[in-house]
T-cell receptor
């Protein structure tokens, strides 16, 4: 069955330090993976996606993610965190097999960046 | 380009009442989704539609029905609202063929009293 796990409810990091938000996935077919961010009282904004190709994916606002097939992971990273990066982050996996199009999200990780 | 439009933005219902949440997209996407967001639970898929004329159950379909009226519109109906359905509901759309990311509406905050 298709699933996504975000093992950390919250990640705290000091401004200027690198950040990592973890995500692991399970899907029967090819993995199509996404990261989204949600600011308070807002909808979800797309950050980046892995469809195929390079394992390191670059996205919006300086974020990147590393796809690791052997570890079934897709961790979100940023070299230098900003206070404005504080938000709720969601990982998602899409199953396009068997003519379906099911998009499943993780439970979310709250990122808190301290000045 | 409006993207994904949800109505209403806010709604208060009494237990047992019914209502329909409307969603429309203008991006010619073939896939559409309904999610609910609850604290600590993330986004949970209620129903989805991979193409016009098809709908499938997601992770939490009980108490809901959907209609894919045409390619643009995907509505979510609560036949008999319960307090457990108090949540924020999001509609999204995506293109299956080009495998784009999903685009989200701004959400509907529903309270059932």
């Amino acid at each position: 069955a298709q699933s996504v796990a975000q093992p950390e409810d919250q990640v705290n990091v000091a401004e200027g330090n690198p950040l990592t938000v973890k995500c692991t996935y399970s899907v029967s077919g090819n993995p199509y993976l996404f990261w989204y961010v949600q600011y308070p009282n807002r909808g979800l904004q797309f950050l980046l996606k892995y469809i195929t190709g390079d394992n390191l994916v670059k996205g919006s606002y300086g974020f990147e993610a590393e796809f690791n097939k052997s570890q079934t992971s897709f961790h979100l990273k940023k070299p230098s965190a900003l206070v404005s990066d504080s938000a709720l982050y969601f990982c998602a996996v899409r199953d396009l097999s068997y003519n379906t199009d099911k998009l499943i999200f993780g439970t979310g990780t709250r990122l808190q960046v301290f000045p | 380009n409006a993207g994904v439009t949800q109505t209403p933005k806010f709604q208060v219902l009494k237990t047992g009442q019914s209502m329909t949440l409307q969603c429309a997209q203008d991006m010619n996407h073939n896939s559409m989704y309904w999610y609910r967001q609850d604290p600590g639970m993330g986004l949970r898929l209620i129903y989805y539609s991979a193409s016009e004329g098809t709908t499938d159950k997601g992770e939490v379909p009980n108490g809901y029905n959907v209609s894919r009226l045409n390619k643009r519109e995907f509505s979510l109906r609560l036949e008999s609202a319960a307090p457990s359905q108090t949540s924020v509901y999001f509609c999204a759309s995506s293109d299956r063929v080009s495998r784009t990311e999903a685009f989200f509406g701004q959400g509907t905050r529903l309270t059932v009293v």
